[in-house]
């Protein structure tokens, strides 16, 4: 789809959010307190003794966010079906070997993971929904991100060569 | 106005939780239309080969912004209804580059990882498995990140931040947007050696509405500046930001430091003092009757002083203060003030001797002083003055909110061994002796109540309950599992003990001890050793009770509950086993069995459908003030952990001196 029809449809989202909601989309959120399920499964003790996940309760899933994330799963399923661009796949350049791209997917995914929860929101919920309602922080975040990413992009460049 | 989930408190509830899967779906479908389920096109970004991501980022957000705006202009949503998130400088900048690596290393975010996922590609399964453990990650070191995450700045504006107007800053964000759209189109064709001729069409009409749509905000801001003169101007954040300039011009926003010592000494109970310093500064030395309240706490925890009384923010200086009083000042707060030069100013100004300042001093401003150096500084003197004062400003039990009423046998059973971990039970020796859950401690709840002020059973002081907690090891942060038979009000009234101790964590066992023993569940016949522990008395006055003085005064307020939980037949006054019988006036019963079923033998608690509807047939509000009082404090426990702990209502007092007291003191009313 054109790029920028596809960012009024998610705009449009965005502002269905805020005004039925009160509060933006967030992805981040449903990660975190799917960690924190996990850890309540294996040691509920230490769970809610912790600091962080404590805060959560015993059903850290009883959670709007983690509906979204559930949500926007299945919207990607259904779009990916209609528009045939479901492929079971590790995606990476040519020259790149399947092991290493998932080693750095691996290691991102924590630092995202990480970084998120230390900046109270993710791409969506602090680049995204914090921006459009012009919060300093959030602007912030998202200058951040690509200053983050442009100075990191030349290492990790491997992984997309042809 | 419109009403969100947000601005009602119903964002835990299935309603919310489908319009939420919902959203999340058209946000997923927008993403992969978008081409985000590819980390190759969202990586492309950064190699400048695939612009996608900021066409689509930039195009939603200035669509959304100006939507939002709007909407706010035209009076359909404000603070009130949308949830700002704080800015926190350093965690977000931290977080930010941080993240800018990770994504660039995974070529995937939160939310496009999912649709990835649901794209198939494995690559994004183990992003999202990393994103977890990251979670987990941060956990674990939260207690090391916690200070540069709590000391927050408020929710600041960007335009406020560059002090401009929100609609210059509006206009000036969509011609960036613009900017950068064609800036893409050129970077994009440099790549491929072509432009995407159809897309720049898009994009010219695209410009073409945006420019006029962020150029009418002008339009709408201006009449609402010069409406803002008249009395009768609607409310929009334009006012409410010309009305904080001028607060702050006229220094209407300070609150002197003199006329704060003095409405404290007289126990005024119309100001919540707010301390905004770190709880270990806060320990050290506030001001008397202060609650401490750290800045990205404010909104919620003072929401039910919202334009009541005045609030007083302080801390060290004046600047973090000031900064969070113009956000509250933002969201609504119109009695919101922060104290002029801080808390070293206070101490200068007031607590300073006589003797020891530079100026001479009246000798009635030197009376004052020695008035507030022995109400301010002497620990003794006052103290039921100021107890009083503070039980009056209520409650701020934020952190128990999320923490489980009570917990299952089975989770009892896996958890048995966990370091932490206490279990209290209540029976008699014999029988504890003859068979109790490994390592639970013995308790007999008598042993925390006895008669203070010549009321019978009441509930110890402070000082005697924290001494019982040492004698049976107990630390400030086990998670306490209390285990009773089927008087579920023995095990609440020990909750009670550890409510007095600020001692959150404490849950009942579901069932109680039948229950455990009818599963063959494991049971000990030795003794567990206790090292005996040093149990803090809590600094602060306790807020969660309320003396016959409180009720008397609640009886002529409306919209305040008396709930009397005592048998039917007591609150009639058929029966009685005081000097007077009946109730209080204007108290409402519910008999505290109503509370509980016997199910296969067992008495446990209504399941929280039933006692919800109950509740909220008596109860207008979860905020609604509620005192809950029975013959001894006893059985009112047990409505008080129903209301609070299990229903999360958020202003439920306990009189504990009950009926007892209230019967025989003729001076007070019974109906």
């Known amino acids: ?162 | 106005m419109i009403s969100t989930f947000f601005q009602n408190g119903a964002l835990d509830t299935p309603a919310a939780f489908f319009a939420s899967l919902l959203i999340g779906i058209a946000f997923g479908v927008a993403l992969e239309q978008a081409g985000f389920g590819s980390s190759r096109r969202l990586s492309g970004i950064f190699y400048f080969q695939d612009m996608a991501v900021m066409k689509v980022m930039f195009t939603a957000v200035i669509v959304a912004m100006l939507g939002i705006t709007y909407a706010k202009a035209f009076g359909w949503v404000n603070a009130e209804n949308i949830y700002f998130l704080p800015t926190l400088y350093v965690a977000q900048i931290a977080g930010g580059l941080l993240f800018g690596i990770g994504f660039v290393m995974s070529g995937w975010c939160p939310g496009t990882g999912a649709v990835g996922l649901a794209s198939g590609k494995i690559d994004a399964l183990v992003f999202l498995v990393g994103a977890i453990g990251g979670s987990m990650l941060y956990n674990e070191f939260y207690p090391l990140l916690a200070p540069i995450t709590q000391h927050d700045s408020g929710v600041l504006f960007v335009y406020n931040s560059l002090n401009i107007s929100e609609a210059v800053f509006a206009f000036l964000f969509t011609l960036i947007a613009i900017g950068c759209f064609f800036g893409a189109e050129a970077i994009e064709k440099k790549r491929n050696g072509k432009s995407n001729r159809r897309e720049i069409s898009f994009l010219k009409i695209f410009s073409a509405f945006l420019l006029p749509a962020a150029f009418g905000l002008f339009a709408l801001a201006e009449p609402l500046k010069t409406a803002s003169q008249a009395p009768s101007a609607p409310s929009t954040e334009e006012q409410k930001e010309i009305k904080i300039l001028k607060g702050i011009q006229l220094g209407s926003d300070h609150f002197e430091p003199q006329e704060l010592a003095d409405r404290l000494l007289l126990g005024d109970p119309g100001i919540v003092l707010v301390d905004i310093r770190t709880p270990s500064e806060f320990a050290v030395f506030h001001i008397r009757s202060a609650i401490n309240v750290q800045v990205a706490d404010l909104p919620t925890a003072l929401n039910t002083y919202k334009n009541k009384g005045l609030v007083v923010l302080y801390s060290n200086g004046m600047t973090h203060p000031a900064q969070a009083r113009d956000s509250l000042a933002r969201l609504g707060f119109q009695n919101a003030y922060f104290l002029t030069d801080g808390l070293q100013g206070f101490l200068d100004t007031c607590l300073k001797p006589a003797s020891l300042r530079s100026e001479p001093v009246s000798s009635a401003f030197a009376a004052k002083i020695n008035a507030w150096r022995a109400f301010f500084l002497n620990s003794k003197s006052a103290v039921r003055k100021t107890e009083n004062f503070s039980k009056k400003t209520g409650a701020l039990n934020l952190s128990m909110l999320h923490l489980p009423g009570l917990v299952k046998t089975d989770w009892l059973n896996k958890n048995l061994r966990t370091t932490g971990l206490k279990i209290i039970d209540l029976r008699n020796q014999p029988e504890y002796s003859a068979g109790h859950i490994p390592g639970a401690l013995s308790l007999n709840k008598e042993s925390l109540r006895g008669v203070v002020q010549n009321v019978p059973s009441s509930l110890l002081p402070a000082t005697i309950l924290a001494e019982q907690f040492s004698l049976m090891g107990i630390h400030t942060d086990d998670f306490v599992v209390i285990v009773s038979t089927d008087t579920l009000q023995d095990a609440t009234l020990v909750g009670m003990a550890f409510e007095r101790l600020k001692h959150r964590r404490y849950a009942i066992l579901d069932g109680g001890f039948p229950k455990w023993q009818s599963e063959n569940r494991p049971l000990d016949t030795i003794l567990p050793t206790v090292k005996i522990t040093s149990y803090p008395v809590p600094k602060q006055p306790e807020s969660f009770t309320v003396t016959a003085k409180e009720v008397l005064a609640a009886m002529d307020k409306p919209g305040s509950i008396l709930l009397d939980v005592r048998p039917a037949d007591y609150f009639t006054g058929k029966k009685r086993d005081e000097a007077r019988g009946g109730h209080i006036p204007g108290a409402i019963n519910r008999p505290y069995p109503e509370d509980t079923l016997i199910q296969q033998d067992f008495r446990l608690f209504k399941p929280i459908s039933m006692l919800t509807a109950a509740y909220s047939e008596l109860i207008p509000t979860k905020e609604t003030p509620v005192i809950v009082h029975c013959r001894t404090g006893h059985q009112a426990s047990q409505t008080y952990f129903v209301l609070v702990r299990l229903l999360g209502y958020k202003n439920v007092k306990w009189y504990d001196a009950g009926w007892t007291e209230w019967a025989s003191r003729p001076e007070l009313p019974v109906e």
């Open chain 1, 1 to 162: 789809m054109n790029p920028y029809l596809a960012g009024i449809l998610l705009g449009i989202a965005l502002l269905a959010s805020y005004l039925i909601l009160g509060a933006g989309l967030g992805a981040s959120a449903g990660i975190a307190r799917t960690g924190a399920y996990c850890e309540l499964v294996l040691n509920p003790t230490r769970t809610l003794a912790s600091k962080y996940f404590g805060n959560w309760g015993d059903q850290p899933l009883n959670y709007y966010l983690v509906f979204m994330l559930a949500g926007v799963f299945f919207g990607g399923l259904i779009s990916a079906l209609f528009s045939g661009r479901n492929k079971i796949t590790v995606e990476r350049g040519t020259k790149c070997k399947p092991q290493k791209r998932l080693l750095y997917a691996l290691i991102g995914g924590i630092i995202v993971g990480f970084a998120s929860r230390l900046a109270n929101g993710c791409t969506s919920g602090q680049a995204l929904s914090g921006s459009t309602l012009l919060l300093t922080g959030s602007l912030l975040f998202l200058i951040c991100v690509f200053v983050g990413g442009y100075a990191t992009a030349y290492f990790v460049r491997g992984q997309w060569h042809d």
